[in-house]
């Protein structure tokens, strides 16, 4: 607020909150609320609690010290600065009064050195005298903003002895008093000037406001990870939510197939029964039809024929007296014989169904991390070195480190034979340790251990390390809507003219700088037209092309250099041509897109024009794809699922992969984005463990850089790299919502 403004409501500053007039003797609660003096004593004599008083504002009660008298609370001082200025503001309304003559006059000036006001008839006399001689006096008419800020920083006078200034500080009663009161009331009091004390006090008042902006720095940080992590939880909410549909359609479908199943069977067993009935049915008709001639043979012979023709032997009544004698009614058991089935339910596995749970949430917290100084042979070391030993011990000669950089150890024995029993680790009592195995063929193995860089003492082993170091050179972006600034970048690629491009996920669009951060260009809002985008995560550049992986539209867009849209490819479903939240881009060899299609678990290849050509490993071989690169004739791809690394043959076979849920070296939380530099090395986002891992090939760890904070060389939730030409590397952050550049 400037000095006039804040002039124009001074009134909102000098009056008591009680009495609501201007604050006479103005003190100080400790709860920094100011009252006048004699409206906290009024305050304390209807209280009937003597020794404490009640503060109005804040209702907080305090104990008065010195026997409760309320003098020694201490003196608002700027209050009193204030009522000091407060005249000048009124002059031309009503008038100052004179510190001479008592007059009230308009036309007044100020003595800086006496600090007080002189009416237009007094100040001749005073600048008559010749002690005055020196003294500064300005009318108030020509009072500047400069001259106001002098009077707030006008001597304060004791309050005690008039005129008199407050000139040291008494250590004992921790109180400003004058020269007269050093001498009367606190004489004996260890006292230093007022000048060092306030000194003192304001060194520790920037010591304690510089410890509260780094709280609140770091507060702000715990928000920004809180953000980062409420992005992270929807995401695995997503995926959860995906995968329980995807069980509960597969547990469908399987039920879908066992009913299908029973009604082919169903079907197959009417059918058969229907067939049977009918030529059941057949048959009777062809009785009844030889029944009717029989009958109507009998009719004419009964007619036409004489008593003796009846009775002369006939073959044919002969035959059909014998039927009719042997021949038993069966239309009623006819009609009882009828094929009977029905559908015997499964009730346990109904009621399993009904009584048993889909499957379970979990949730799994990251352990918190720890460091190993080598000072000691402390549990953890112990527990570490027995791991690191466990694992190594087919690695004859070759040396290990922990996940701190702190303990290196070569494990051999006297033939180079393996030392396959389990190790046993000795206390060397000069911070180093010697780790020994006991095997068959060969005996006692020994494995030499240093700690913080220092070889063990006397070992015959020589070992180095240098540790490859990412050096943070700048970084870019922050939050926000505007040019340049992001909101959860998410991917970024580097094209032919060392641009910089970048996925603004929360922005739905694609900023484009250059290698120094300057931004150029943006192009995209949040859509589903052409040119539009909802969630943009991965990108990458061909030749002078631009595609983005528009994740919750299901497609891939291809734009130019300058962003003006070419085509697109993809769209929501389950075939291969098909997508289902594209997450990273990049190009083969052969200058296809390779696409991790998240939701359908598997990696797609396509042409540039956007047709399917293969996928990436077999079905099942990917749980949650982030993104996937070739290198060589290697496949490489993130598994956020998973928390590995997998790689493929040129071919699309699996060939092996490594890392596991953790927070240690090697180890994994929701990798993304890879990336490879120009040393054959594996870069890959380590992404909720806030840092950048290095590998080679083979999976042996090389080194990491980051860690989750907002300060330079610092991450929250790195999520892509790249490299410029320069051989800087590039790592968007989508908690810190900026870029960041590494040499």
């Known amino acids: 607020m400037d000095i006039k403004t804040f002039l124009d409501n001074i009134y909102e500053h000098v009056c008591c909150p009680v009495c609501y007039n201007r604050f006479k003797d103005p003190k100080s609660l400790p709860c920094l609320h100011s009252l006048c003096l004699r409206c906290l004593q009024r305050i304390q004599a209807t209280s009937g609690t003597p020794g404490t008083i009640l503060c109005p504002e804040c209702r907080r009660n305090f104990t008065i010290p010195g026997n409760g008298d309320l003098n020694t609370l201490p003196t608002n001082f700027r209050l009193n600065s204030l009522l000091d200025a407060l005249p000048v503001t ?23 050195t006496c600090c007080s006001f002189w009416c237009e008839d007094c100040l001749p006399l005073h600048n008559g005298i010749k002690t005055f001689k020196e003294h500064h006096a300005l009318a108030l008419k020509d009072f500047g903003d400069e001259d106001f800020e002098n009077i707030f920083k006008q001597p304060t006078f004791c309050v ?156 044919f009544l002969d035959q059909l007296l014998r039927e009719e004698s042997n021949k038993e009614d069966t239309a009623d058991l006819d009609g009882e014989n009828v094929i009977d089935f029905y559908f015997e339910r499964n009730e346990e596995l109904f009621n399993d169904v009904r009584a048993k749970q ?26 570490l070195l027995a791991e690191i030993a466990v694992i190594t011990r087919n690695m004859m000669g070759q040396q290990v480190y922990d996940q701190n950089n702190r303990v290196t150890m070569e494990i051999r024995n006297h033939k180079g034979q393996d030392c396959s029993t389990k190790p046993q680790i000795h206390d060397n009592k000069d911070g180093s340790y010697r780790i020994s195995y006991f095997a068959k063929e060969t005996g006692t193995c020994q494995a030499s251990v240093k700690v913080n860089g220092q070889h063990v003492r006397g070992s015959p082993f020589k070992t180095e390390f240098k540790p490859r170091l990412f050096k943070p050179v700048f970084s870019f972006g922050k939050p926000g809507s ?87 490819f993809g769209e929501k479903g389950k075939l291969n041509h098909q997508l289902d939240l594209p997450r990273g881009l990049s190009i083969d060899s052969d200058g296809n897109i390779i696409v991790a299609d998240f939701n359908n678990k598997s990696i797609k290849i396509f042409t540039l024009d956007g047709q399917f050509l ?19 004739n290697y496949f490489i791809a993130s598994d956020k699922g998973d928390h590995c690394i997998k790689l493929f043959d040129k071919q699309g076979k699996f060939l092996y992969k490594f ?3 953790g927070a240690g070296e090697g180890e994994f939380k929701s990798p993304r984005c890879l990336s490879m530099d120009k040393a054959g090395h594996l870069l890959v986002c380590d992404s909720s463990n806030h840092g950048v891992q290095v590998f080679k090939l083979n999976g042996e760890f090389i080194t990491r850089f ?5 300060e330079k060389g610092k991450f929250t939730m790195p999520m892509s790299t790249a490299f410029l030409s320069n051989g800087r590397i590039i790592v968007t952050e989508f908690g810190n919502h900026r870029v960041q550049v590494f040499e």
């Open 90 to 112: 009124e002059c031309k309304t009503s008038g100052v009064k004179c510190g001479n003559c008592d007059k009230r006059r308009q036309q007044s000036a100020y003595c800086f």
């Open 358 to 383: 889909l499957g379970f949430l979990k949730r799994i917290t990251n352990p918190k991390e720890s460091t190993v100084e080598g000072k000691g042979i402390s549990e953890r070391t112990v527990g």
């Open 482 to 568: 505007g040019p340049g600034k992001f909101n959860w970048p998410w991917g970024i690629a580097v094209n032919d003219k060392d641009e910089i491009a970048v996925t603004d996920y929360g922005n739905d669009r694609i900023q484009i700088f250059i290698g120094d951060g300057t931004h150029l260009r943006s192009y995209g809002r949040k859509g589903n037209l052409q040119g539009q985008f909802k969630s943009p995560r991965g990108i990458t550049c061909y030749h002078n092309n631009i595609i983005v992986s528009d994740t919750a539209n299901h497609r891939i867009q291809i734009f130019d250099d300058q962003g003006q849209y070419l085509h697109q």
């Open 659 to 661: 890392g596991m849920r």
């Open 160 to 315: 005690k002895h008039e005129k008199k200034e407050l000139e040291l500080f008494c250590q004992v009663c921790k109180t400003a008093i004058c020269n007269s009161c050093a001498l009367i009331d606190h004489e004996g009091h260890a006292k230093i000037a007022l000048d060092d004390a306030a000194k003192e006090q304001r060194l520790r008042i920037n010591r304690a406001i510089e410890s509260k902006k780094g709280k609140a720095q770091k507060k702000l940080t715990r928000i920004a990870k809180l953000g980062a992590n409420c992005g992270h939880v929807q995401e695995d909410a997503a995926i959860v939510k995906s995968e329980v549909q995807q069980f509960t359609d597969n547990l469908i479908a399987a039920i879908e197939a066992k009913k299908n199943k029973i009604f082919d069977e169903l079907e197959k067993t009417a059918k058969q029964c229907m067939e049977c009935l009918a030529d059941k049915s057949q048959e009777i008709r062809e009785e009844m039809k030889r029944d009717k001639i029989a009958i109507e043979k009998c009719d004419k012979m009964l007619k036409r024929s004489t008593n003796a023709q009846i009775v002369q032997p006939n073959e």
């Open 706 to 710: 980051g860690g989750c904070d907002r």
């Open 614 to 632: 293969r996928r990436i490993g077999a079905e099942g071989s990917s749980i949650n794809p982030i993104h996937c690169i070739q290198h060589d």
